[in-house]
T-cell receptor, first 112, second 114 residues
Framework: DQQVKQNSPSLSVQEGRISILNCDYT??????FLWYKKYPAEGPTFLIS?????DKNEDGRFTVFLNKSAKHLSLHIVPSQPGDSAVYFC???????????FGQGTTLQVKP | DSGVTQTPKHLITATGQRVTLRCSPR?????VYWYQQSLDQGLQFLIQ???????AKGNILERFSAQQFPDLHSELNLSSLELGDSALYFC?????????????FGQGTRLTVV
């Protein structure tokens, strides 16, 4: 049972345009959501997070939107840069169980 | 450099064998997490230790075990290895016990079971 799903395995975007990465979840008890970025041969690095009490969190070019009624979150990168090309994982945390569940990842390619 | 060190980087072993993966967390971090990433899969949470005690358990097989030592480094022991155990194993650390905070990942250990 996949509680966190990233339905798009890959996304290709032109440099300077917006990248939108999507993530859906099934567990209504999730109360924190995080995005990690992973380059080849490296471990994931934290990008941005959002609490379930918010619907938007922004950090520079990165904005995460949370729609609790739809159990959906998205990561917007504006403007996209070639250095953003990586695998992006969304993750959801349930404070009651103390576990963090990751999605399968979306590979973003930003073309110059 | 995340400050988290995992050794070895690569490991090739035969089915039925036992291996130990080692993780040194960032200085001062009390939480250590272990994750498994199989081919085309997301990161599967295995287990978390906080200040030497097991705090949370995920989908960790009975053939696998872990511990965190007084100096806070951690080891993941995998025994009776099967072909399906071939994966990237990541260790992460953070200062806090909660998993909803930023964690710092090592570069991973790639385990190949032949």
């Amino acid at each position: 049972d996949q509680q966190v799903k990233q339905n798009s395995p890959s996304l290709s975007v032109q440099e300077g345009r917006i990248s939108i990465l999507n993530c859906d979840y099934t567990n209504s008890m999730f109360d924190y959501f995080l995005w990690y970025k992973k380059y080849p041969a490296e471990g994931p690095t934290f990008l941005i997070s959002i609490s379930s009490i918010k619907d938007k969190n922004e950090d520079g070019r990165f904005t995460v939107f949370l729609n609790k009624s739809a159990k959906h979150l998205s990561l917007h990168i504006v403007p996209s840069q070639p250095g953003d090309s990586a695998v992006y994982f969304c993750a959801a945390s349930d404070s009651n169980t103390g576990k963090l569940i990751f999605g399968q990842g979306t590979t973003l390619q930003v073309k110059p | 450099d995340s400050g988290v060190t995992q050794t070895p980087k690569h490991l090739i072993t035969a089915t039925g064998q036992r291996v130990t993966l080692r993780c040194s967390p960032r200085s001062g971090d009390l939480s250590v997490y272990w994750y498994q990433q199989s081919l085309d899969q997301g990161l599967q949470f295995l287990i978390q230790y906080y200040n030497g005690e097991e705090r949370a358990k995920g989908n960790i097989l009975e053939r696998f075990s872990a511990q965190q030592f007084p100096d806070l480094h951690s080891e993941l022991n995998l025994s009776s290895l099967e072909l399906g155990d071939s994966a990237l194993y990541f260790c992460a650390s953070s200062p806090w016990p909660e998993m909803n905070t930023e964690a710092f990942f090592g570069q991973g250990t790639r385990l190949t079971v032949v």
